[in-house]
């Protein structure tokens, strides 16, 4: 306890810095999980919280007995599991390639240019992509150079979810990488050296001393991508989506939006999203424990 009180008054500073960031979590992500308890109510702004008549589990009951509880679980699910597949390793893949590349001019040209796309906003990005995907943007314009037929990409539903991951991929690529290029830094140069004097080609060395190296941040970044593999933010969905590919692109988050938002139906889209939430909890507890025990990496 003394440690931990001359450790407090000796980083004051350091952790009066922190004060902002907690105070934040504290009000905007602790405090607003009391009014959680409306997913078991018939809320009614004019009522309150604690004056709406509860109604149990029947909220929960309704979504689960929904027309719409397969299609938006399948297209979450399925979204995710394409930013796992392909969105997850993309920046891995770059890290390592970036790690290769001997010329740091060449190095600083390519991570600036992969790390911009992050910096555009969500909104200049869906339309750029819509630009890009519509009747006659670039995308037809190559295709009908090339003899192809013109395709609409953005009112054929089996392509939204290609469309959607590959745009995030781009945006996101560089910018991911970061944590990658920085655990690959920490590698004692010393073992690559011992490698080079034991005759190791490049990939002996990127299997035994690279990958093993930042395997640990590998497997906690995994770890929360699955911990939130019920999750897709719901503004560049609305903003890429139509009626006519309501099928696979509609998701979780954008049902509640409408039912919460634009439906007031505030007891509903609490329930689907608590629901949502107990989820993502359950994998992140899963995900975390099996990664304990097979490879003795895990959050916590």
Known sequence: MRTAIS?????????FMLLPVLVYYFLFHYVPMAGAIIAFKNYTPARGIMDSPWVGLANFKDFFESVYLWRLVRNTLTI??????????????????????????FKRTVQTITYLPHFISVVVAVGMVLDFFSSDGIINALVAKLGGEPVSYMTEPNLFYSIFVGSNVWQHLG???IIYLAALSAIDPALY?????DGAGRWAKLRHITLPGITPIIVIMLILQIGSMMTVGFEKV?????PSIYETADVISTFVYRKGLQDMNYSYSTAVGLFNSAINFTLLILANTISRKISENSLW
């Open 7 to 15: 450790t407090l008054v000796k980083h004051k500073y350091v952790y």
């Open 193 to 197: 050296e011992a490698a080079n004097v």
């Open 238 to 242: 609305m903003l890429m989506y139509n």
């Open 80 to 105: 995710n599991l394409y930013e796992l597949l392909i969105g997850f390793p993309a920046p891995i893949i770059l890290a390592l390639l970036l790690n290769e590349v001997r010329s740091r001019m």
């Open 175 to 177: 910018w991911k990488s």
